[in-house]
């Protein structure tokens, strides 16, 4: 397998289908003997908290965020990861066995463990045999899920019911960073409430076009989606705060094109964000943050449990989002390096943005910080994470401009 894709121009492009096709079996038998790891690491922490007397409530806290870790995934992920895990080895025995044999994909086992999560296990384990008998293997994913979909509910309807209901309770809006300085906003709602809204914005833009708008049908409705929400006359007039923590020659001048940092996004070219500047006309917001000739950020020290209101966002600034290693949750809780009950001070170097959940996970036993770098010498604030098997990750606060 590790001489595969190196060049070998002597095979011909059947053998390359072959090689394609085994490799993606072996993909997914990896993906099975892999789940079966998590599991069996999940029960053997949760035997060894029982040990150390962790709180019965607390019981499992940290095992998805170490699976997570080994992974490179963020701490939701590590979560997804286990849940899976967790029911192919309980309640999908013949999905389970289908991925380690390489006949399914780990997406497919992860569309049917998810249209069955609200069976019991009994009825998951019912539902998971009469799907193998349709022939998992040749479906493609959509299929696979809406088969699944549709047996978990002739198998219970009920179930199906109260989990629309429970379902409802999870809508949300996200949004997430996407190329060329675009981003992706996401709602999660009811099915009749979200084709109502993509109803609403179509009619807006079937208005427009038939008044002869020049701009096409997925602008006019990304453009109503914007004025709609923020309230505002045009979707450019945003009212907008700049977190600068850049040297703000790149926002005054045309010379200097370093990018600019946009909050809860990244990095924007500096044109953009000279652009943002000057043609909105809604309010406008500028907070300079300084940095001094190495580029670092500077704080104060101070003796108080909480951080202040300037030093919390200094640091939120130079964190940007969660410092666990591979979160990019963000930032709710300002979290001691080193424990103010043990001492820390709360100070720039000694403070790190993290998720609230990075910030309960490093309580459990066997979690221990170190500060590596305090960033006030022209490298980046750095922090050596350890978790109970002894592992260590590094996490480093994006370097600055």
Same mark, same amino acid.
Request: hydrophobic share 40%; net charge positive.
């Given at each position: 397998?590790?001489?595969?894709?190196?060049?070998?121009?002597?095979?011909?492009? &059947?053998?390359?289908?072959?090689?394609? /096709?085994? $490799?993606?079996?072996?993909? #997914? %038998?990896? @993906?099975? *003997?892999?789940?079966? +790891?998590?599991?069996?690491?999940?029960?053997?922490?949760?035997?060894?908290?029982?040990?150390?007397?962790?709180?019965?409530?607390?019981?499992?806290?940290?095992?998805?965020?170490?699976?997570?870790?080994?992974?490179?995934?963020?701490?939701?992920?590590?979560?997804?990861?286990?849940?899976?895990?967790?029911?192919?080895?309980?309640?999908?025995?013949?999905?389970?066995?289908?991925?380690?044999?390489?006949?399914?994909?780990?997406?497919?086992?992860?569309?049917?463990?998810?249209?069955?999560?609200?069976?019991?296990?009994?009825?998951?384990?019912?539902?998971?045999?009469?799907?193998?008998?349709?022939?998992?293997?040749?479906?493609?994913?959509?299929?696979? &899920?809406?088969?699944?979909?549709?047996? /978990?509910? $002739?198998?219970?309807?009920? #179930? %199906?019911? @109260?989990? *629309?209901?429970?379902? +409802?309770?999870?809508?949300?809006?996200?949004?997430?960073?996407?190329?060329?300085?675009?981003?992706?906003?996401?709602?999660?709602?009811?099915?009749?409430?979200?084709?109502?809204?993509?109803?609403?914005?179509?009619?807006?833009?079937?208005?427009?076009?038939?008044?002869?708008?020049?701009?096409?049908?997925?602008?006019?409705?990304?453009?109503?989606?914007?004025?709609?929400?923020?309230?505002?006359?045009?979707?450019?007039?945003?009212?907008?705060?700049?977190?600068?923590?850049?040297?703000?020659?790149?926002?005054?001048?045309?010379?200097?094109?370093?990018?600019?940092?946009?909050?809860?996004?990244?990095?924007?070219?500096?044109?953009?964000?000279?652009?943002?500047?000057?043609?909105?006309?809604?309010?406008?917001?500028?907070?300079?943050?300084?940095?001094?000739?190495?580029?670092?950020?500077?704080?104060?020290?101070?003796?108080?449990?909480?951080?202040?209101?300037?030093?919390?966002?200094?640091?939120?600034?130079?964190?940007?989002?969660?410092?666990?290693?591979?979160?990019?949750?963000?930032?709710?809780?300002?979290?001691?390096?080193?424990?103010?009950?043990?001492?820390?001070?709360?100070?720039?170097?000694?403070?790190?943005?993290?998720?609230?959940?990075?910030?309960?996970?490093?309580?459990?036993?066997?979690?221990?910080?170190?500060?590596?770098?305090?960033?006030?010498?022209?490298?980046?604030?750095?922090?050596?994470?350890?978790?109970?098997?002894?592992?260590?990750?590094?996490?480093?606060?994006?370097?600055?401009?």
């Amino acid at each position: 397998l590790m001489r595969l894709g190196e060049g070998d121009t002597e095979v011909g492009d &059947a053998e390359r289908i072959d090689r394609i /096709a085994l $490799l993606e079996q072996v993909k #997914a %038998a990896a @993906a099975g *003997a892999q789940a079966a +790891e998590v599991v069996q690491f999940g029960l053997s922490q949760v035997e060894a908290q029982q040990r150390a007397d962790v709180h019965p409530r607390l019981i499992g806290r940290g095992i998805a965020d170490q699976v997570a870790l080994a992974c490179q995934l963020s701490p939701t992920g590590g979560s997804q990861r286990l849940t899976l895990a967790r029911a192919l080895w309980f309640d999908l025995p013949a999905t389970f066995a289908a991925l380690r044999r390489g006949q399914i994909s780990e997406w497919v086992a992860t569309l049917v463990s998810r249209e069955t999560a609200h069976l019991d296990a009994a009825t998951r384990r019912t539902v998971d045999a009469d799907l193998a008998l349709r022939d998992l293997a040749t479906m493609s994913p959509r299929r696979a &899920a809406a088969a699944a979909r549709s047996l /978990a509910y $002739l198998a219970d309807p009920v #179930a %199906a019911v @109260a989990r *629309a209901r429970i379902e +409802e309770k999870a809508r949300r809006v996200t949004v997430r960073p996407a190329p060329d300085s675009m981003a992706i906003l996401t709602a999660y709602l009811p099915a009749a409430q979200g084709i109502a809204a993509w109803a609403a914005l179509s009619r807006e833009a079937d208005s427009c076009l038939a008044a002869g708008d020049p701009r096409t049908r997925g602008q006019v409705m990304a453009d109503a989606l914007v004025t709609r929400v923020t309230g505002q006359a045009g979707a450019s007039d945003l009212n907008v705060e700049i977190g600068l923590l850049l040297p703000i020659e790149t926002l005054t001048g045309d010379t200097d094109d370093r990018p600019a940092e946009l909050r809860d996004y990244g990095p924007i070219p500096a044109p953009l964000a000279r652009r943002l500047l000057h043609d909105t006309r809604g309010s406008l917001f500028l907070r300079r943050l300084f940095t001094a000739p190495g580029g670092q950020i500077i704080g104060a020290d101070d003796r108080r449990r909480r951080f202040p209101g300037a030093l919390a966002r200094l640091i939120a600034h130079r964190d940007q989002r969660c410092r666990d290693p591979f979160c990019d949750a963000p930032i709710r809780h300002l979290d001691h390096i080193t424990r103010h009950t043990d001492g820390g001070p709360t100070n720039y170097s000694n403070g790190r943005g993290v998720c609230a959940r990075g910030n309960y996970t490093r309580e459990m036993p066997g979690w221990h910080l170190k500060l590596l770098d305090d960033g006030l010498r022209g490298q980046p604030h750095a922090v050596a994470v350890t978790t109970p098997t002894g592992h260590v990750y590094t996490s480093q606060a994006p370097q600055p401009p």
